[in-house]
């Protein structure tokens, strides 16, 4: 970031010092760069906050959503553990006595 602020301190473009770094995408840069040339730079921005919170919303919710049945199975494996580990000593308990 501060190599993106040293830049434009020394004039420049936006579009052009994000590009040097891979974390921004392409689509953002060329969006920035029209954004800039027809002076609409904050519709552009507010567009692209648009899409990568949807998009961020999106990968949140299939995440949770192939998390989920994961998370019901260990909390199954964890009860029956415990309850194996409770009733165990009582049938070993039982059998030696009968036996």
Not at 27 to 52: A, D, H
Not at 56 to 84: F, N, R, Y
Not at 92 to 98: H, N, Q, T
Request: net charge negative; charged share 20%.
């Amino acid at each position: 970031m501060d190599k993106i602020k040293d830049d434009l301190y020394h004039g420049n473009l936006l579009n052009e010092s994000i590009a040097e770094f891979p974390i921004f995408e392409s689509r953002m840069v060329s969006l920035i760069k029209v954004g800039k040339e027809t002076n609409r730079l904050s519709t552009i921005f507010k567009r692209l906050y648009e899409q990568y919170s949807e998009e961020t919303d999106h990968q949140t919710a299939i995440m949770s959503s192939m998390l989920e049945p994961l998370i019901i199975i260990m909390v199954g494996c964890m009860a029956a553990l415990i309850l194996v580990a409770m009733y165990l000593p009582i049938f070993k308990l039982g059998s030696s006595l009968m036996g």
